[in-house]
């Protein structure tokens, strides 16, 4: 079934291009009941990366989330031109549903060469073969998390600490959460599906850490979130297809607000991207 998602996604990335500044999007079979922020901002990354005029790399996308999408109609990208230059470029999509408007993301790109490298190390963690895959984890918590269970997954999960719904179970706290990710199958050798796989993972698990500090989960607990906006920069080329390690933490929750932090590194230790997400987030204690 993961491969099946794995080729779901892939064809969800696929846009279906009208003209230069107008992409078309479609959803998976599986969905949950609004557009899956991920999914979304992946989407939009592919058809501004599709607008080039030159082969650029990524250097940054700034997502603001406006209203949720219906999982039952295409989305429209209209891609915004800024700047279109040798080794700099930059766009804006607007995401569109029956003429209105619920995403906008900035995109920047730039071929930058050689020059200063240094990044913060990767955490000591185990090697992903070493553990566990998501399918064990919610083994026994079917009913706790369902909307994990049934989620679209076409991407494999290695959890390098116990995940949230496993850590309430046990009566833990944590205040990191760090996780392997790779694609289910082979990805076409593409920078610009490897890099919108990157996109699409990075708005999972980033939000846990937020609750995991005051040792909460969902499923156990009743918790309101949803993303207010999503920002990825891109520091080195990536290979979705292979192990990466997205390790995530939160610096603050105030105000029914909570940033959450990453950093995905790949084997070797280099650090590939960072993201910064903010959400609301409600907890209502004693509630079921």
């Not at 959803?27 to 058809?47: C, D, E, I, L, W």
């Not at 990366?49 to 109609?73: C, M, Q, V």
């Not at 309430?168 to 706290?173: E, I, L, N, V």
């Not at 920069?233 to 939160?250: G, K, N, Q």
Request: charged share 20%; net charge negative; hydrophobic share 40%.
């Amino acid at each position: 079934m993961s491969h099946s998602d794995f080729a779901e996604l892939l064809a969800v990335l696929d846009l279906n291009r009208i003209d230069d500044n107008l992409f078309i999007g479609s959803h998976p079979s599986k969905n949950p009941v609004r557009t899956f922020g991920g999914q979304m901002t992946a989407q939009a990354y592919v058809a501004g990366s599709r607008s080039l005029d030159h082969k650029l790399a990524p250097s940054a996308l700034s997502a603001h989330f406006i209203a949720g999408g219906d999982p039952e109609k295409d989305l429209e990208f209209h891609v915004v031109r800024l700047r279109d230059e040798r080794r700099f470029a930059n766009r804006r999509v607007d995401v569109m549903q029956n003429g209105q408007l619920l995403t906008t993301v900035m995109l920047s790109y730039m071929n930058g060469g050689r020059g200063l490298e240094h990044s913060v190390p990767a955490p000591d963690v185990p090697h992903p073969d070493t553990l566990p895959k998501i399918d064990e984890l919610l083994r026994g918590y079917e009913k706790t998390v369902p909307l994990f269970v049934e989620a679209l997954r076409p991407i494999e999960w290695r959890y390098t600490n116990d995940p949230a719904w496993v850590m309430r179970d046990k009566g833990g706290k944590l205040d990191h959460n760090r996780v392997w990710l790779k694609t289910e199958g082979s990805m076409p050798d593409d920078p610009v599906l490897h890099a919108a796989a990157l996109v699409y993972s990075s708005d999972t698990t980033v939000l846990d850490s937020i609750i995991t500090t005051h040792g909460l989960s969902w499923g156990f607990d009743r918790i309101f979130a949803v993303t207010m906006n999503h920002s990825v920069w891109f520091h080195r080329p990536i290979r979705f297809d292979e192990w990466v390690l997205y390790s995530t933490a939160s610096p603050v929750a105030a105000e029914s607000r909570g940033l959450g932090t990453g950093h995905f590194f790949d084997i070797s230790g280099a650090l590939l991207a960072t993201v910064v997400q903010e959400g609301i987030v409600k907890y209502f204690p004693g509630a079921k």
